[in-house]
C-alpha cells in the first residue's frame, strides 16, 4: 500500500536532455473493488467524465495563447494495487509551468461549480456506445494479443471478463440512466487537497527558471477563488454538407477476378479499384493517390508545401472549424485525412458500414472545400515552434541529424524539422499548394477494401467521387536530386552524458525492382539480423538489441538500403563494428545455412498468411500495384516467390547490396567530460 497525505507533495525535476516541460497533478484514490456490475457501472461514469474533461481541454488547446500545448485528464491504475491515480496533465511552454497549471485547475474547478452540459454528454454517450458496437461487430476478429492482455489483468488485478455483448448491453442499459449530477460531482471528489501530487519537468538550461515549490503552492490556493464563467457549448450547423453534389456515372468497368477487383473508371477520370472483403464485419479502408506531390514545389516554396496538409486540416473544412468539426463528428465512425508526400498526394480514411455515406462526405469536401483558419495557424505554429524548441538537446535527435546529412549530404528536402523552419510557414501559399494539388480528380486512383458491397458503395461512389472537380491534365512527379552518398562516409557525434552508444551503418545503390528481388533482399536481411544478434548480443553480450532493415524503392529512381543499427557501451563500438564487418564477409563467403533458409521461407510464407487475412495489407497493396503500373494479380505470386528461394540466391544478394566498399557509417558517443 501507498500510505495517505494530508496534503500536497511536490516533485520538480529538470535535465540537460529533456526537450519539452510538463506539469502534472495526481490525487491518490483508494482502488475501485473489481468483480461486481456496480464497480462496473462507475467505472463508465468515470470514463464519461475523462473524455469530456479531456475533450474541454483539446478545446482549449485550440485557442489563441492557449496555456498548454495539449492536456488531459483521466483515471487509471496507480503505483501499487490498493490505489487509482486522477490526474491532469500538461504539456507547456518552458516559461508556462504556472500558467499551465492555472489552467488546468481552472477547468477542473469550472466543472466543479458549472458542470458538463447536456449536449456534452449526450456527444460522449455516444462515442461510448459506438465503440461497444464495433467491439461486437468484431468481437470474432479480436487479436490473440488483446485477448491475452484481457487474461493478463484478469489474473493480476481482478479485472473482470465480460463478454462484448455483455459490455455492450450493460452500456445501453447504463449509458441511458446516468446523469450530469453523477458525472459533475467527480471533479471534487477526484482532484481534492490532499493525497496530492504535482509533478514538473523541464529542461535544464542557462536563462530558465523552473518555478518553485511555494509558486506552484500559490497557483493551487488561488485556483478555488478565480473568478469563472460556465462554459457555452456551441455548434453552429449540423450537416457536414448542406447539398449533395450532382453525382458523375461510372463510364468503364472491368474485372481482376483472380484476387477479387472491380475497377470502375468515372466519367470525369477518377479511377476507382473495389475489393470487397469478408475479413472483418464492419471494416472498410480507402487510399487515393496521384503523382506529383512537393516534388511540383520550387524550392523556395517548399516548406509551405510540406506543412500545407498540416496546417489546412488544423482549420477544420467546410464551414466547420477544427472544434466544431470534432464535435460534429463525434460517434461516427469516418475519416479522410489528405496528404502530400514528395512524389504524390492523395488521403487515407476509413469507416463503417452506417457512416460511410459520411467518409465520402469528408472526401468530396477534402477536394472542393478545405479551409484555411489563420486563428488556428498561428495556434499551431506557436506551439509547434514549442515542441521543437529544446529537440537538439536530444542525443537521439542529434544521432538522426547526423545520420540524415551523412546519407543525403544535406539535400535541402532531407533536413530535419526545425523550429526556425517554422519562421517560413505561410497560411496563404500552402492552402494555394493545396487547392492546386486536388483541383483535378482525374488523375486520382481510390482504392477500397473491406466489408462492402457494390451495389451499396456504387451510388456513394458516382454522387461524391464523380463530382469531384476535373481538368483531365497531364502532370507527373519530378526528380528532386536527393542522391545517396557513395563510398565510404563515417561520422562521429558526441552528444548527452550516459554512457551508452549507438551505431548506424547503410548499404545503398541502384536495385532492380522486381518480385525476385524483393525476396532476396529482404530474406538476406532478416538472415542476417538474426545471425547478428545471436552474435552481438548472446555471443558478446555487446548490445540488447540488433537489427538488419531493407527497404527499396521504384521512384523516383530505383534503389535499395539495409540500415544495420545497435546500441552499446561506448567502450565497445568499435570491437562490434568490427566484428559485424567481419560477420558480413562471412555471410557473403559461405552463404546461410539450409536451416536459416527454410525457417525465412517458412517466417515469410506465415506471415503472408496472416498478412492476406487484413484489410490494411491489400489496400497498402493494390495500392502500390497502381500506383507503380504493376498488375496487382502479382500479389497473389508473392508465395511462390518465397518458396523459390534458396542458399545460393541470398548468398548472391549478400554479395550484391553489402558492398563494404560503399556505405554509411553514423556513430552517437557521450560527450567527454
Known sequence: DIPDNPGTSFAITSDKETTSTSVQITNMLPALEQGSVGVYRQKTVNNLFSGMLSARFSELAQKPDAPFIFA?????????RSKEMASLSAMVK????????????????RVARFGFTATELERQKQSVLRNYERMVAEKENRVS??????????????????????????????????????????????????????????????????????????????APTRELKAYVDTLAATALLESVPTAGTIAKTSTK??????????????????????????????????????????????????????????????????????????????????????????????????????????????????????????TQATQFKTIMANQSASPQYVFFEALNGARYQNHL??????AAMVDEWNLDKSLAFYK???????????VFVGSFDLPTI???????????PSIRRKESWKDVGVKTAAGIVEKKVEKGVDPKSQTAIIFSGTFEYDQASRTTIRAMSEILGTRLLEIIREELGGTYGISANPSYQKIPNPEYSITIQFGSDPQRTDELVKRIFQEIELFKTKGPTEKQVTDQKEAMLREFETSTTQNGYFLSQLTSKYQLGEDPTGILAVPESYKKLDAAAIQQAAKKYLNTNSYIKVSLFPEKK
Open 413 to 418: 528536402r532531407r533536413q530535419p524539422t526545425t
Open 94 to 109: 518552458e516559461d508556462g509551468v504556472e500558467r499551465g497549471l492555472e489552467a488546468l485547475l481552472a477547468e477542473t474547478e
Open 145 to 222: 494479443a488483446s485477448r491475452a492482455d484481457e487474461y493478463i489483468r484478469n489474473f493480476l488485478e481482478n479485472e473482470t471478463l465480460p463478454t462484448a455483448d455483455d459490455e455492450y448491453a450493460l452500456h445501453q442499459r447504463f449509458l441511458a440512466e446516468i446523469k450530469l449530477d453523477e458525472i459533475n460531482k467527480l471533479a471534487r471528489e477526484w482532484f481534492p487537497d490532499k493525497n496530492r501530487i504535482v509533478v514538473v519537468t523541464a529542461p535544464q538550461k542557462n536563462g530558465l527558471t523552473i518555478p518553485d515549490e511555494a509558486k506552484l503552492s500559490a497557483v493551487l490556493k488561488a
Open 458 to 468: 456504387k451510388p456513394l461512389v458516382e454522387r461524391y467521387l464523380g463530382a469531384l
Open 72 to 80: 488531459f485528464g483521466g483515471r487509471g491504475g496507480g503505483l501499487a
Open 436 to 446: 492546386d494539388r486536388f483541383a483535378d480528380a482525374s488523375d486520382f486512383t481510390f
Open 257 to 378: 477476378d483472380a484476387i477479387g477487383v472491380t475497377e470502375w473508371e468515372l466519367s470525369n477520370g477518377v479511377k476507382v479499384v473495389l475489393k470487397p472483403t469478408t475479413f472483418r464485419n464492419d471494416e472498410i479502408l480507402f487510399r487515393a493517390t496521384s503523382p506529383g506531390g512537393t516534388s511540383l514545389a520550387g524550392d523556395k516554396d517548399y516548406i509551405p508545401a510540406s506543412t500545407a496538409t498540416q496546417v489546412i486540416t488544423a482549420g477544420g473544412l467546410g464551414k466547420f472549424n477544427a472544434v466544431d468539426l470534432r464535435k460534429l463528428m463525434t460517434g461516427k465512425v469516418a475519416s479522410a485525412t489528405p496528404f502530400i508526400g514528395e512524389l504524390d498526394e492523395g488521403l487515407n480514411g476509413s469507416s463503417n458500414r452506417k457512416d460511410l455515406e459520411t467518409m465520402f462526405q469528408l472526401i468530396y469536401l477534402r477536394f472542393t472545400q478545405p479551409r484555411a483558419d489563420q486563428i488556428a495557424f498561428n
